[in-house]
């Protein structure tokens, strides 16, 4: 292995870029970026921290690293209804090894390319593997959507199929894929899609959006607190895939979806006048309804469930 000094390591981060924007004015190289924010628009800004051991196995191949410490933030900026524009990257290595860097910022820049987010700085230094990305997207001005739109009444929609991730993980705690559901499960923890143009698209249509990292029911609970009402929630009706369903069965895939985090989907909830409207945008899953009442009612089968609503917490 060969071993490089900060500057050095800098460089390698900086080459390939993921993209040149014209509105970055001064990238990486000086003592802070330059941008140009967009006219009557509202600037986005999001964050997250990946440490090892605590959101990624030491296992997990550094190009999905990188592309999962993107995906996390592409995701946050999609429950906002915001485009994606410029990226910062703080790294803490415990040492400057350049393959590892190599293939981590490969994966960083796939997930960044398709949405022309260009890294304009960030920082480097010595410590146990700790990843932390700031992205800066915009939103046209009085746009974004948020957590506190929901009203009583309102249908709960997610995107996508949920427990594939917190699968995937399960199976990569125990040794990695060995047939294509598996390995489907896998890439869906791994690699993560933020759904970026759906939220867009859901611009003034969604009346409160977010992204569901922590698992439905504490992410949906988000939504509660912030509009003031609860939720009813079929668990009949929510969306598996057919991997989660051949690897995990139905009921214990179930059990996933509403609990688990990582699949990094929206829900969003919609006004009943909207509903044929969202249904045009893309094929979402109708899974609930918002209610007067606080907290989440949990059915299936029109019998009632009681969860853990707390979802995954890192104190």
Not at 6 to 29: C, M, N, T, W, Y
Not at 102 to 128: E, N
Not at 145 to 169: E, F, H, K, M
């Amino acid at each position: 292995m060969t071993v490089v000094d900060e500057f050095s390591l800098i460089e390698k981060i900086i080459q390939p870029q993921a993209g040149r924007r014209d509105d970055v004015i001064l990238g990486i190289g000086d003592d802070g970026a330059l941008v140009l924010p967009p006219a009557d628009a509202e600037l986005v800004i999001v964050a997250d921290t990946l440490v090892e051991g605590v959101h990624f196995l030491p296992s997990l191949p550094p190009a999905d690293i990188g592309f999962r410490v993107a995906a996390v933030n592409l995701s946050d900026l999609a429950a906002m209804g915001a485009d994606a524009r410029w990226a910062t990257l703080a790294l803490t290595l415990p040492q400057a090894d350049p393959d590892w860097l190599d293939a981590f910022m490969q994966g960083f820049h796939a997930a960044c390319r398709p949405h022309a987010v260009q890294l304009v700085g960030g920082d480097t230094t010595r410590g146990p593997l700790t990843l932390t990305v700031q992205m800066i997207g915009a939103v046209p001005r009085g746009q974004a959507l948020r957590r506190s739109g929901a009203q009583p009444g309102d249908g709960i929609y997610v995107s996508g199929t949920l427990g594939d991730a917190a699968a995937g993980l399960e199976i990569l705690k125990r040794g990695g894929p060995v047939n294509a559901d598996e390995a489907f499960l896998v890439n869906r923890f791994s690699r993560p899609t933020a759904r970026l143009g759906l939220g867009q698209a859901l611009r003034g249509i969604a009346s409160s959006c977010i992204d569901i990292s922590d698992g439905l029911l504490a992410d949906l609970g988000h939504i509660c607190a912030q509009s003031r009402c609860g939720a009813e929630l079929d668990l009949s009706r929510l969306p598996l895939s057919s991997a989660l369903r051949r690897v995990w069965g139905a009921p214990a895939g179930a059990r996933l979806a509403a609990t688990s985090g990582d699949d990094y989907e929206l829900c969003l909830t919609v006004r009943a006048n909207g509903e044929a409207e969202v249904g045009a945008v893309a094929p979402l899953t109708r899974v609930g309804t918002m209610r007067t009442e606080p907290g989440i009612v949990v059915r299936s089968h029109k019998a009632v469930i009681v969860f853990s609503q707390s979802g995954y917490r890192h104190f």
